[in-house]
């Protein structure tokens, strides 16, 4: 290290610093990147269940409205709006992998926001389908950039102890703006002009511009600098992050074991050209549970399960799908109910991560939503979807299958993935895990509104035996392959992974730190070569 020794340890108790109150807010604080991930997913199934909007977009007279057959946005319409954002965000998450690796992890976020701005101004101008569209898909592109990025970089910057907390804040923060997207859609659900629909667009230029100045006043991912060999700016970095000056022994330890951690993932990974960098994702032995190849199926895996549990049929489509029940008096206030229970929900999962774990976590939450999504669909199937009685049950239901989805798989996909990468291939693996999220949330919007169209399949209540079944997988899944990484450090995880099964993973315990392995010297610093080494290979990334 330019400028004296690097100070390490052996003692596996040391390899964090201490962390102020002041350092956690600042962790904390890139989660309001949820607010408009949340928000963008939630307006839009309020607006296209307005009356002026349907009016307007389908050329539809007004005096038809009420009469739900006649008066609704076409499906294909409602498909391609909905899932357009999706395909955009699936790109956007896959580039930003590459552009959090050259330019930094919050350069890529704010470098996001914009783009989504862009992409709500034409959104808010379309009087047209065509631009309404072309904005969805480019506010798309800038989601995808902050989805996967900020995850990335929660996950670099918190404190091992509280990491699962801090990430599940994100998901937290997806759920306030999807209440915030309800409250607008019902607000100005009843006006007569564009202002029904333009009001929940633009709002959401207002997360974006917080979001980025936020971040520009926070210090980059200390993981990023260690990765392009900029030693000296990753100290300045820690210590802001943990509150410490940089001087400090803490500072320098949790620095020490960092650099000591990605040298070691160097000599495993050995870094090349543009294109092996890609490749390095999918190395290894499909049969090594700790290859990077196996990293990246569960990544991808893991995300493409979240989106089976059928979440996004309710906050998507909710409206619609409560409107056309043909029972329900006010299909917007039964959707701002069940995102008000999303919300509520969420915040159990900060203790529960950390208390628990996150393999029961999900392995419990899936079991939950099985039986609550399978006791809907029993009640649709039974005669007496019609009764007033059986319709609240089923809402009832859907209410308690949100909360378990709120309180466990929600945060605990996002945590997991942002956990399981080594440095070298964390930003494209992270980014590939968010692409495959969109991926199926794009599919899952694009083949929804088929399902349980009344012009299409009208499967009403039984699309909930397929969401079922889907999260009966969920519940096989996370119990065979989710790894437990509660209290480990980034660098602990990796070895982790490395001796156990996710089976036998909650047992395990770090007995030697890296910079130990890697090399220390008789005055207790880190071998000067090796932080020459990650320095030299840095400047070439």
């Known amino acids: 290290m330019p400028g004296g020794a690097l100070v390490a340890t052996a003692d596996t108790g040391r390899i964090e610093a201490p962390v102020t109150l002041k350092a956690y807010m600042m962790c904390a604080f890139s989660a309001f990147g949820g607010i408009f991930f949340g928000y963008d997913s939630g307006y839009i199934s309020g607006v296209m269940g307005m009356n002026y909007f349907i009016e307007h977009y389908e050329n539809l007279p007004a005096s038809l409205a009420g009469h739900e057959d006649k008066f609704v946005l076409a499906a294909w319409k409602k498909s391609l709006i909905t899932s357009i954002l999706s395909a955009g965000t699936f790109f956007g998450a896959i580039i930003a992998g590459d552009l959090a690796d050259f330019f930094g992890r919050r350069t890529t976020v704010i470098a996001g926001c914009f783009i989504f701005i862009v992409g709500v101004v034409l959104q808010t101008a379309s009087t047209a389908l065509a631009l309404l569209v072309v904005g969805r898909l480019i506010a798309g592109f800038g989601v995808g950039f902050v989805s996967a990025i900020i995850i990335l970089y929660m996950s670099e910057v918190a404190p091992k102890k509280v990491r699962g907390a801090i990430v599940s804040g994100y998901q937290f923060c997806i759920t306030i703006g999807l209440l915030l997207a309800s409250c607008v859609d019902y607000g100005t659900q009843n006006r007569n002009d564009t202002g029904s629909y333009r009001i929940p667009i633009a709002i959401q230029m207002l997360w974006a511009i917080i979001l980025a100045i936020g971040l520009f006043l926070l210090p980059e991912s200390p993981r990023y600098f260690v990765k392009r060999g900029r030693i000296d700016r990753a100290t300045n970095s820690l210590a802001r992050l943990r509150g410490e000056p940089e001087n400090s022994e803490y500072i320098q330890q949790e620095l020490a074991e960092i650099i000591a951690n990605h040298e070691y993932e160097l000599k495993v990974i050995p870094q090349g050209s543009y294109l092996s960098s890609w490749l390095n994702c999918f190395s290894g032995s499909l049969f090594n549970a700790s290859s990077n190849v196996r990293r990246t199926i569960l990544g991808t895996s893991l995300q493409m399960m979240q989106q089976w549990t ?116 964390r930003s494209r693996g992270v980014g590939l895990s968010t692409a495959s999220n969109w991926l199926w949330n794009c599919l899952i919007a694009v083949i929804t509104p088929y399902m349980v169209g009344k ?65 220390l010297t008789k005055e207790g610093t880190l071998a000067p070569e090796i932080v020459d080494d990650v320095i030299r290979k840095g400047s070439v990334v």
Not at 327 to 338: K, R
Not at 347 to 370: C, D, K
Not at 470 to 492: D, H
């Open 455 to 519: 012009d299409k399949g009208n499967l009403g209540t039984n699309v909930f035996w397929i969401w079922g079944s889907l999260c009966a997988i969920c519940f096989v899944y996370a119990y065979l392959l989710i790894p437990e990484t509660k209290g480990l450090s980034l660098e602990q995880v990796d070895r982790m992974m490395e001796e156990t099964t996710p089976r036998t993973s909650a047992k395990w315990k770090p007995t030697t730190t890296y910079a130990a392995e890697m090399g």
């Open 310 to 425: 059928g979440v996004n049929f309710v906050f998507y489509f909710g409206t619609t799908f409560f409107r056309d029940l043909g029972t329900i008096d006010n299909p917007f206030l039964i959707g701002l109910i069940t995102t008000l229970v999303n919300v509520l929900s969420t915040p159990i999962s900060f203790w529960m991560i950390e208390r628990v774990g996150r393999r029961p976590l999900l392995i419990w939450g899936a079991l939950g939503m099985v039986i609550c999504q399978f006791i809907v669909a029993i009640i649709g199937v039974s005669g007496a979807k019609h009764d007033p009685s059986a319709v609240r049950a089923e809402i009832a239901f859907i209410c308690i299958y949100i909360s378990f989805f709120a309180s466990t798989w929600g945060p605990g996909a996002w945590v997991v993935i942002g956990e399981i990468f080594p440095l070298p291939i």
